[in-house]
């Protein structure tokens, strides 16, 4: 029957144990959020047992503060032993929800094991790695010169491969290919490829952008494909249709352009880009708008009600310095927004290949 939004605040007062804490834990929980994702990582954090860790902390830092960065490790590598124990011990937890069969199917049908094995077949014979095909499994040896033997990307193969090691995005070596930061740039050799399923009329370049805006702690991109033709004309529609092609079928280079013919091609999608990616950086923008009128609408709420607790304290000279006090943290508080509110953009060519 409540028709109205309730906020739950918690304070705590800067320069303090218990603030010093609150920093600390948030820090390296974060990096077992990035390590583990939100679902596993706020099951294990709101449940009983850790609320007792995170209260047996605060009473042993209060006592000796000394201690503070110890007795944080320590908790953080009970929760990561615990994050460890429920991600091995998902698969066998049961679910009341009704099976699906034709969304079971529909996972099964999926195209990403055989993007991920491509990617990461391509990854290693681009990186310095070996790839190494032996019947239906990969035998890989990582840049980093580690080994992998009997690898398969595909749930099916790892049932009927004794021994098999399967390779998904959860792995941290794939994922590190994935996060991996690459970018083309002017005057690179332009790779001519010949895409099988194309008509003969579409000839240009193919390219593909990364588009980002970020500040401090706030970051959010897209990828946009992008298909230039010859006649000066981009084709959106086509673009993505040499996307999927790209995903989907074996492609070989055929030959390079290079040159002054490449820094050409190059500048001419760069100014297709920048005109293209206008609308996608602009609903980023628009997002990061939202979400900084929706932290000063919580800013501003949670320093009236701190602002009615102070006023309604007796003493004049208390009530006065905490005022002060109070004002000094909402100025503090605006210069972070202001600066929040300065993005950096960011265009960045990730492949770019003549088609023909």
């Known amino acids: 029957g409540q028709t109205y939004a309730v906020r739950a605040l918690n304070f705590v007062f800067e320069d303090t144990v218990e603030y010093r804490v609150r920093e600390v834990l948030e820090e390296k929980l974060a990096i077992i959020l990035n390590d583990f994702g939100v679902d596993k990582t706020g099951d294990v954090l709101d449940s009983a047992q850790a609320g007792q860790?995170?209260?047996?902390?605060?009473?042993?830092?209060?006592?000796?503060?000394?201690?503070?960065?110890?007795?944080?490790?320590?908790?953080?590598?009970?929760?990561?032993?615990?994050?460890?124990?429920?991600?091995?011990?998902?698969?066998?937890?049961?679910?009341?929800?009704?099976?699906?069969?034709?969304?079971?199917?529909?996972?099964?049908?999926?195209?990403?094991?055989?993007?991920?094995?491509?990617?990461?077949?391509?990854?290693?014979?681009?990186?310095?790695?070996?790839?190494?095909?032996?019947?239906k499994a990969w035998n890989l040896t990582l840049p980093t010169g580690e080994q992998l033997n009997n690898v398969v990307f595909n749930a099916t193969l790892a049932a009927a491969i004794p021994g098999a090691q399967h390779l998904t995005l959860e792995d941290t070596r794939i994922r590190g290919m994935v996060m991996a930061k690459t970018s083309f740039t002017a005057g690179q050799p332009i790779p001519y490829l010949a895409i099988p399923g194309l008509s003969v009329d579409i000839q240009g370049f193919w390219s593909l952008w990364l588009i980002a805006i970020s500040t401090e702690d706030w970051n959010q991109q897209r990828i946009m494909p992008l298909f230039l033709h010859d006649n000066g004309r981009v084709f959106l529609p086509t673009s993505r249709h040499i996307w999927e092609q790209l995903l989907t079928v074996e492609v070989e280079i055929q030959q390079h352009l290079v040159g002054e013919e490449a820094i050409t091609a190059f500048s001419k999608t760069w100014e297709a880009a920048l005109v293209q990616g206008k609308s996608i950086y602009e609903e980023l923008v628009r997002k990061h708008q939202l979400q900084l009128d929706q932290e000063r609408e919580k800013s501003t709420y949670a320093f009236a009600a701190r602002r009615r607790a102070i006023e309604r304290i007796g003493l004049p000279q208390v009530r006065d310095y905490r005022l002060q006090q109070l004002a000094r943290e909402e100025q503090a508080g605006r210069e972070v927004m202001r600066q929040k509110a300065n993005v950096t953009p960011e265009l960045r060519p990730l492949l770019l290949i003549r088609v023909e």
Do not use: C
């Open 53 to 135: 860790l995170f209260d047996d902390l605060y009473m042993e830092t209060l006592i000796n503060p000394d201690n503070l960065n110890t007795k944080v490790d320590e908790v953080v590598s009970r929760v990561q032993q615990q994050l460890v124990v429920a991600k091995e011990s998902a698969a066998i937890y049961q679910t009341n929800e009704k099976l699906d069969p034709t969304a079971a199917q529909q996972l099964i049908d999926h195209p990403i094991p055989h993007w991920i094995e491509r990617m990461t077949v391509n990854y290693l014979r681009s990186h310095g790695g070996i790839a190494q095909k032996q019947d």
